[in-house]
């Protein structure tokens, strides 16, 4: 097995040099580990996926408030990077929030966080604290009211280690406090929820309407529709935003702004 290895070596340089070949083409430039948020950030949170995406968009929101906070999107797990870890990561950085979308029975902790600890002990960056947690169990949502709840849980004196966020854990109390009301919407986004009966007509009608608007107007849109494998007389919702400004929202609403049953 040990003959793989230069295999393995010189995967994150390729992927590397496809991402700038593709940035070239399209104007879009990705990192294998890419950092977003205040550069002097203290408090960091790594995750990877479309849950990246809503944890950008806290930050943003959450740096326009004065916080000292970011985001490191990872793009490639494996082979981990540790040169390309470590450059991405701001000097300034005291805490880590490593997030997976996982539960490993029995283990130390989640796969990504056993990296991050490794790739840090290995590169001599033993003073950040690291702590690890679990998001989008049982098929949860991850919204920006659990991405705060984690950076807050990161600036106590001593943060909870293995926590999860998005569930109550009434058994070993490892969930962290969400605060429901925290919203990072904007206000010129028209949020719409439709609530109907499967068959009835309502999540075509509402997949036409998100459609005409996203064609036929400046605005930006989106749709997504929720309904079991039964269908036909079980309840459908269809979530409907749009608005002036570009949509970076993968999960569903919260607070509408128009609901129709």
């Known amino acids: 097995r040990e003959t793989v290895n230069p295999f393995y070596v010189k995967v994150p340089g390729i992927v590397q040099k496809a991402m ?19 550069p002097d950030a203290e408090r960091v949170v ?13 930050v943003d929101y959450l740096v326009e408030q004065g916080e000292k906070v970011g985001v490191l999107k990872v793009r490639l797990v494996r082979p981990f990077s540790i040169e390309h870890f470590t450059a991405a990561l701001p000097s300034t950085v005291k805490v880590l929030g490593v997030l997976d979308r996982t ?3 029995g283990g130390m902790g989640e796969p990504m966080y056993q990296d991050v600890l490794t790739a840090l002990m290995e590169s001599g960056h033993t003073s950040i604290r690291v702590i690890g947690g679990r998001y989008g169990l049982s098929s949860k949502e991850f919204t920006p009211s659990m991405v ?23 058994v070993t109390f490892t969930s962290l406090e969400v605060d429901p009301s925290f919203s990072i919407e904007s206000p010129k986004t028209v949020r719409c929820l439709f609530y109907g009966l499967g068959s009835d007509g309502t999540v075509g009608a ?12 400046p605005n930006s849109a989106q749709g997504y529709f929720v309904y079991d494998s ?14 002036p400004t570009e949509i970076h929202q993968p999960y569903l609403i919260e607070s509408a702004t128009f609901i129709a049953v």
Not at 208 to 215: A, H, Q, R, T, V
Not at 230 to 243: E, I, P
């Open 148 to 170: 705060k709840a984690v950076f807050d849980e990161m600036k106590k004196p001593a943060p909870k280690n293995h926590f999860t966020v998005g569930i109550v854990d009434d």
């Open 103 to 105: 539960k490993e029975p």
């Open 20 to 38: 700038d070949k593709f940035a070239g083409l399209t104007g879009r430039q990705y990192q294998l580990f890419q950092y977003e948020g205040a």
């Open 206 to 217: 509402n997949k036409n309407s998100i459609k005409i608007i996203g064609e036929d107007t």
């Open 230 to 243: 039964k269908k036909s007389g079980a309840t459908t919702v269809s979530h409907l935003r749009f608005g």
């Open 46 to 58: 790594i995750v990877m996926g479309s849950a990246a995406e809503t944890t950008q968009q806290t």
